[in-house]
Structure formats: C-alpha cells, structure tokens
C-alpha cells in the first residue's frame, strides 16, 4: 500500500505506455515524463504567488490579497486572466524578433533544468550521468536571455537592468557552483540520482544528509544565498529594482511576455531549490526512519515548500543591496568561502571517521568565516577629497 | 564583536514575530477591509460643505441669507451664490435675503472649513460623506443648494459638540433679538455680529 502510493505515478506511466507501439515508446515515454512538470511547476507558481503576498502581507502586519473568492485563494487565477488580456506592447525602437524572442528562451531554459531533478523515488525525467553539470550549464543560458530582453528592448532601464543581471549572476554563479562541487567530490558523481542515493542512510533518527555536516552546511548556506542572487530574488534584485530601474530588463514587455518573464523567474527559484535539496537535503528521502512511509515525491515537495517559505521570510526581512556592496560580497566573501569549503569537504573525505574530522573540518569553516567577516565590517576610510584642477 | 549574519538573524526574528503576530493579535492588523467594515467617523472629521437647514422643507428652512461671505472667503473659489430678489423671516424673525442659488463645485473645494469658520448664521458646516465619487467627470461634482442641503438634526447627529455650542448660540441671538424687539420696538434687520472661531 505504502509503496503502491510511493509509485503511484511511475505506475501510472507504465500503464499508459503499455498499449503504445514499441516504436513510439520512446516519444511517448518523454512526453509523459514532460507534460507533469510542464503542469506541476506552473500550478506551484501560481500557489507561489499567492503564498508570497499573503506571507509578505502578514509580515508587514496587514491581509494579503483578500478579495479574489475566500481569503483571496482565487487570486492567481485573477492574475493569469489579467496579463492574459493585456495589450501585447512592443516598443518602436525594440528589435522585434530579440524582443520576443527573449522571454520564450527564458521559459525554455527554466523548464529544461527539471529535467534532472529526482522528485522522488524513480521519478526523474532523465538520469544523466552528468546531471549536474547539465544543471549548471543549461541554467546559465538563463543569462543570455536576460541580456536578450534588456539589449532588445532598447531602454535604458532595460539595459541598465540586464547589466547589473549579467554582473550579478556572473559574479554569484561561481560560489553557486564551486559550493555544489563539494556535493560531487564527496559523493563522486555529477548524477543527481546517485547523489540522493548517498544520504540514504540513518544513524538514529538522524538522516545522512549533507548538510549535518561542517561543510555541507557551509556549502548549503552559501548555496542558497548564491541561488537567491541567481534568482534575482531580494534582497539581490537588483537587476529589476523596482525603486530604481522600476523592473529592470523586462519594463517593456507587457500582457503575457510579461508574465513569462515572472514565470521563468520563479521556475528559476523552484529549480535552483529542488537542486539545494538534492545536493544537501537528502533528495526525495524522508527526514527520519519512522517517516519513511510517507510518499518520497510528498517529501520532496514538502522540503520544495519549506525552502521557498524561507526564501520569502528573506524578501519580507532584508533590504536591497547596492551594486558595490553585492560585487564585494560575492568576491570577497562567497568565492573565498566556497574555496575554503571545497578545502574542507577534501579533508573530510580524506581523513577517517571520527571526532577529528569533525573538528578539522569546522574550524576550516568557523575561522575563515570570522576573520572575512570582520573584514566586511571595517568601515572604508574617509577622507578629504582634493582636485587637482579644481579650486 | 559582532557575527556576521547575526543581524540577518534578529531581522529574520522580528519578522516571524509580525507574522505570527498578526495571526493573534488585532492590534497589529490595524488594517480595516473597507467596503464591510469601516471606522466610526471621527468627530472632527471634515470632508466638504451642506447648507444646514431647519424645520422640515428643505429649502424654505434653509439657515443661509446670501450674505456672501463664504463666496469671498472661500481660497479655491469654488462657491456660486445668487441673492433672491425678494425676502423671507429668518429664526430670530428679522427678514433676511435667502440664496437663490446656491452651488459648491466639490471637485475644487479643498475641504478647508474656511466657510463654515466666517458664516455668521450657522448656516454652513462640514458634512463627514466620503463616498462622492461619480461615473462621470463632470457630473455630480457641481452641486446646487437642493442637493446641498442637510437638516439640523443630521448635523446635530454627526458633530455633537460642535452643534450643541451652535444651538446655543443661536438660541442666545434670537432671544436677544426678540428683547430688543420687546423692549424698544427698534427697527429690525440689524445683522447679528460674526462669530469669532472659538
């Protein structure tokens, strides 16, 4: 019974393949594998939505959207109608093919990434045996279609915007990834399939996921604030800036193309989350023995959840960067982190099991961390300013 | 010293705590979901002018002689008074001109309460209505004295004190009339003496 509803949608599969043809499996095998993401994660982002401007509602102490049927839950169904029916606007000066072009790659590129993501137990859509590498790779286009829309729109604000997007998921993709690495060195494998296999395990009531250890803890932190930056989610969204740029690279798209662009973003947020589960939170495993009869897809959505509530707790409490501040965190404190935990997960793979390693492997993390902070916090010096030409 | 990250953290609280919050207790949602819900109006609240009137004809009542002054004091301009040819016994008995019309354009009125300060015969005062608004630009923004004109009772009922003080006084000034009156027969039609705000 348990396991019947484990697998309940790779039965379902099998059972729909069996009458198809042999020479059309393969079609048909990926389209059913495609056609659910290509509904869960949009129907998760109209939740998303709703959740985040109730929970940011709440947090700013008033109701959220509560007009749209009872406590406001129709809401993203008033939205979509509403971009829906808006005027498509492209501008004179707008190259029209980049223009449209733009967010379509945006959403192909947000959705291609699921690919990889095991949502439960023998529920991925493709086991590459370089699962993260593609993650990476194909997720990184995201930025050429950011620079697309900004280029394309031809505003100033537009460009302005994919600038400080390009710099900022430039800067902020090297720690995203240098901290994923640690995930791979200790398992040994770019497969996300095998990397959930690895935090199978219990001591206890304890799971074996990466981020009960030092570095894993680390990396998950880093990785999630790396995976915000990417997202362009606040407290680094700079690149839309409402207060500045007013929505950065995508002001001059309207009606549906705008709703695209918020789409991709947040397909962006799911997938980068679902990776920090895989890498660090144990995949689709449940967090203790005794909790193992729940459905593992359950598990992975419940963690999909719990990480997004986090991400918007973080946008209701922090304030935005400013462009000097975001590029010294990244390379003054993100990157020398991510290289210091990389050291660390060495080590931990190197040395023998025991309290030693434990300790090692901490205090690799703990003084670096301490002694860079510090370092954010000294104020820059302030001087007299003198001209050379000038009275 | 100070961590790192330790003031993410006591944001992150302070946040939670709202949330939570917000849940438990009302003082915190001071938010009110207007059109079901809405504020007792405050009793100084002031949104535009009416004509007070008397008795139960809403016209014949009306308290106002057409002195104009309102018209002259009024900053944005925005009364129009027209003074009747003929005249009609006000409350203290004395005969008086009355407006033959009377209209305020609202969607210039600046709310001020400047008319209601200078009218010398309680004639003006500020209504607390601030649903006004209209379908149409232009229509139902320039209102006459039929659609200005608000009883005594209601204004007693919206400011209280504020009408409690203008009985009184109007009470004093048409007793004082009527001793003069009875006293030395003088001629009437003497203009009471304005108010000074209080």
């Known amino acids: 019974m348990i396991d019947a509803l484990d697998q309940i949608f790779v039965a379902a599969k099998h059972r729909l393949m069996e009458p198809v043809p042999s020479r059309w499996q393969p079609l048909v095998s990926a389209l059913l594998s495609i056609v659910p993401l290509l509904m869960v994660f949009p129907g998760l982002f109209a939740l998303t939505t709703l959740l985040e401007r109730k929970g940011l509602g709440r947090i700013q102490n008033r109701h959220g959207p509560n007009r749209v049927g009872p406590w406001g839950v129709l809401q993203p169904v008033a939205d979509g109608l509403k971009t829906l029916t808006k005027e498509n606007v492209v501008p004179r000066g707008a190259a029209p093919f980049i223009h449209f072009l733009a967010p379509v790659v945006l959403v192909i590129v947000s959705f291609l990434v699921y690919a990889v993501l095991p949502l439960g137990r023998n529920m991925v859509a493709v086991d590459l045996d370089a699962g993260v590498l593609f993650f990476f790779a194909v997720g990184t286009a995201a930025e050429l279609a950011v620079f697309m829309a900004g280029w394309a729109s031809r505003n100033k604000y537009s460009l302005l915007g994919a600038m400080r997007a390009i710099a900022q998921m430039i800067s902020y993709e090297i720690p995203l990834i240098l901290s994923a690495v640690t995930v791979v060195m200790v398992t040994g494998s770019l497969s996300t399939v095998r990397i959930v296999e690895a935090q199978a395990e219990y001591t206890g009531w304890i799971p074996h996921w990466f981020v009960m250890q030092p570095w894993g803890l680390a990396g998950f932190i880093l990785f999630l604030i790396s995976a915000t930056a990417e997202s362009n989610r606040s407290p680094f969204d700079l690149p839309e800036g409402e207060s500045e740029i007013i929505a950065g690279y995508y002001i001059e798209y309207s009606g549906f193309k705008f709703a695209l662009f918020f789409l991709a973003e947040y397909l962006g947020l799911f997938a980068v989350s679902g990776m920090a589960i895989t890498l660090f939170l144990g995949g689709w495993h449940a967090p203790a023995p005794w909790l193992e009869f729940i459905p593992s897809w359950a598990c992975f959505f419940v963690k999909l959840l719990a990480l997004i509530a986090l991400f918007i707790w973080g946008r209701g409490t922090l304030p935005r960067f400013r462009q000097d501040q975001l590029m010294e965190f990244s390379w003054k404190f993100m990157i020398p982190m991510a290289l210091v935990n990389l050291v660390s997960a060495a080590l931990w793979q190197l040395m023998d099991c025991g309290p030693e390693r434990w300790l090692v492997s901490f205090l690799l993390i703990a003084t670096p961390y301490l002694l860079l902070g510090r370092s954010l916090f000294e104020r820059n010096q302030f001087f007299k300013r003198t001209y050379r030409f000038a009275g | ?198």
């Not at chain 2, 309460?113 to 500020?126: D, N, S």
């Not at chain 2, 919206?158 to 009184?168: T, Y």
Request: glycine share 6%.
């Open chain 2, 1 to 198: 010293m100070s961590l790192l990250g330790g003031g993410i953290l006591k944001g992150m609280f302070e946040t939670a705590r709202n949330f939570f919050g917000s849940y438990v207790s009302a003082q915190r949602l001071t938010t009110v979901p207007y059109p079901e819900e809405r504020i007792p109006a405050k009793a100084n609240a002031r949104q535009f002018p009416f004509l007070v009137y008397d008795g139960d004809d809403s016209q014949a009542g009306l308290r106002c002689v057409a002195c104009q002054i309102c018209e002259k004091e009024c900053p944005p301009k925005c009364i129009s008074i027209i003074k009747s040819r003929d005249k009609r016994q006000d409350y203290k008995g004395q005969s008086q001109f009355y407006p033959a019309t009377f209209d305020i354009d609202i969607s210039v009125c600046m709310s001020c309460q400047i008319c209601a300060e200078v009218c010398p015969f309680e004639a003006i005062k500020m209504d607390v209505e601030y649903e006004l608004s209209t379908p149409d630009r232009f229509g139902g923004l320039w209102l006459h004295k039929a659609q200005l004109a608000r009883s005594s009772r209601y204004y007693r009922q919206i400011h209280p004190q504020a009408a409690a003080d203008s009985d009184g006084f109007m009470a004093a000034e048409s007793s004082k009339a009527r001793a003069r009156v009875g006293a030395s027969a003088a001629p009437v039609g003497l203009a009471p003496q304005p108010r000074h705000a209080e």
